[in-house]
């Protein structure tokens, strides 16, 4: 059985068991044009009923344990990623008393602490940035909350740049009023704020009110959420908080992470316009998860070489994206719960099947007309 998994789904989705296998996955999507990759540790826990909560008291020895396989599998990652790579990790596989002090919003303690700080201090040094990843919604709150405590500590060192990245997502009510507050403590603090915008990945485990009522509702908050960050201003969408500072737009780091297209050539329009009328535009990447919407990857990689190809003309200056793609590495028994996830989003696979067949449809007779 586990063969079979790891030569099916695991294959498509996951990048490797082991460092080597890992390596090798990385070097076939840069060779591809991908200008790098998202990598994230599959360490994680899916909480259910008093899980959700975690202890209050538990055992130093066992916090102990639970949190150096966390830091010993997220340092890996981190030196796994070359320059210009992403790492995305979830404090939730730090164990159970980090499982509490989110629930409850309070700081990390003592050994957590010591190892968030050692994992940011590598990524500064290795030039590697690192995704917050967004979890359940009990313990979303106490993850924001770390989130802008390290966001303080280091998006100041490097003028306009995020080395920690907040994980927004559009599918919650909630989204927009957080992230203007977010934007609001970055402006009046005066640190980049780094961002990474995705649909959402928790359908299944979090309360049903929590969402927009339709899916086409999702699509309009990521659109013009995205929109209001790429132009850094305030849209009828994203408002800003009444008080001294609040509608000063930051700077603000974007990672673009979805499978849409239409929402992706958004985007790639806004930032063109701007490149045109020689305004200033933000640090942005785009991402897609692996073994998903390749042919949405495969079109920007196409528009960055177009893109690139042009720039040697003098009369030419043209918005080249960059895009990275979302592996998660880990044994299979590690990978279970993110490969759950990704089923789940696959149920609506022969839409988007479709929208892949007709793009790479357009991709064949592109190539036939240059032959």
Not at 202 to 230: C, M, N
Request: hydrophobic letters at 40%.
């Amino acid at each position: 059985m586990r063969y079979a998994l790891k030569k099916t789904f695991y294959a498509q989705f996951c990048a490797g068991e082991n460092m080597a296998e890992v390596r090798k996955t990385m070097a076939s999507l840069k060779d591809m044009g991908f200008a790098g990759v998202i990598l994230g540790y599959a360490r994680e826990v899916v909480m259910r009923g008093e899980e959700s909560v975690g202890k209050e008291e538990t055992d130093a020895a066992t916090v102990k344990s639970e949190v150096v396989a966390w830091k010993e599998g997220t340092l890996e990652t981190v030196s796994l990623a070359q320059k210009g790579d992403y790492v995305a990790l979830k404090f939730t596989g730090a164990g159970s008393q980090a499982l509490y002090e989110l629930s409850n919003c309070l700081p990390p303690g003592k050994v957590l602490e010591e190892a968030i700080v050692e994992v940011c201090d590598l990524a500064k040094k290795r030039d590697v940035r690192l995704l917050f990843d967004a979890e359940q919604n009990t313990v979303q709150a106490g993850i924001d909350m770390w989130t802008l405590d390290f966001q303080r500590r280091y998006n100041t060192e490097v003028p306009r740049q995020a080395l920690v990245y907040g994980t927004y997502q559009a599918y919650l009510r909630s989204t927009p009023a957080t992230l203007a507050r977010h934007i609001a403590v970055a402006s009046d603090e005066g640190f980049t704020l780094g961002v990474k915008l995705v649909r959402g990945a928790y359908l299944g485990s979090d309360p049903r009110h929590l969402f927009w009522s339709k899916k086409q509702d999702t699509d309009v908050a990521y659109d013009q959420i995205a929109e209001s960050l790429i132009q850094m201003r305030f849209n009828d969408f994203l408002k800003p908080l009444q008080g001294k500072g609040s509608r000063v737009f930051p700077d603000v780091n974007l990672v673009l992470a979805s499978h849409n297209l239409q929402s992706v050539k958004q985007a790639m329009s806004i930032r063109k316009e701007q490149l045109a009328l020689a305004q200033k535009r933000i640090h942005m990447t785009y991402g897609q998860l692996m073994g998903m919407a390749d042919h949405v990857s495969c079109e920007l990689i196409q528009a960055g070489k177009l893109a690139h190809d042009l720039q040697q003309s003098p009369y030419e200056n043209r918005d080249t994206p960059k895009v990275h793609k979302y592996l998660v590495w880990g044994t299979v028994g590690e990978c279970l719960k993110y490969l759950l996830r990704r089923a789940q989003e696959n149920r609506d696979a022969v839409v988007r099947t479709e929208e892949g067949r007709v793009a790479l449809k357009k991709e064949l007779i592109r190539r036939l007309v240059r032959i």
